[in-house]
Nanobody
Framework: QVQLVESGGGQVQAGGSLRLSCAAS????????MGWFRQAPGKEREFVAA????????EYANSVKGRFTISRDSAKNTVFLQMNSLNHEDTAVYYC?????????????????WGQGTQVTVSS
């Protein structure tokens, strides 16, 4: 059974940084896409970033380009999201997701497996 467990969330002041981790267990296939999504109170879940497990190709939402970096450690089945220059609009629950495939996707409906989420709160 595949399981995704996020960690690294917390509270940070505006302008600060956080690094989220997503540990995947049970992922045995090589063609895996890992993604990060977020959901703020009263808003729909939105795409943040994605990475292919095999080649490391990445995709970012415009709102986080230049501030967030997604990376992976394939040997450890772990994906990271380095978040810099955080602002209040980044406050949300951040979810890790996985899908089988070779190309990244920004659609949450493309992802089959989801973690429980980790809260990120940015205070001004």
């Amino acid at each position: 059974q595949v399981q995704l467990v996020e960690s690294g969330g917390g509270q940070v002041q505006a302008g600060g940084s956080l690094r989220l981790s997503c540990a995947a267990s049970g992922l045995t296939f090589s063609n895996v896409i890992m993604g990060w999504f977020r959901q703020a109170p009263g808003k729909e879940r939105e795409f943040v970033a994605a990475i292919t497990r095999s080649t490391g190709d990445t995709e970012y939402a415009n709102s986080v380009k230049g501030r967030f970096t997604i990376s992976r450690d394939s040997a450890k089945n772990t994906v990271f999201l380095q978040m810099n220059s955080l602002n209040h609009e980044d406050t949300a629950v951040y979810y890790c997701a996985a899908r089988q495939g070779w190309v990244t996707s920004s659609s949450l409906y493309a992802y089959e497996i989801w973690g429980q989420g980790t809260q990120v709160t940015v205070s001004s």
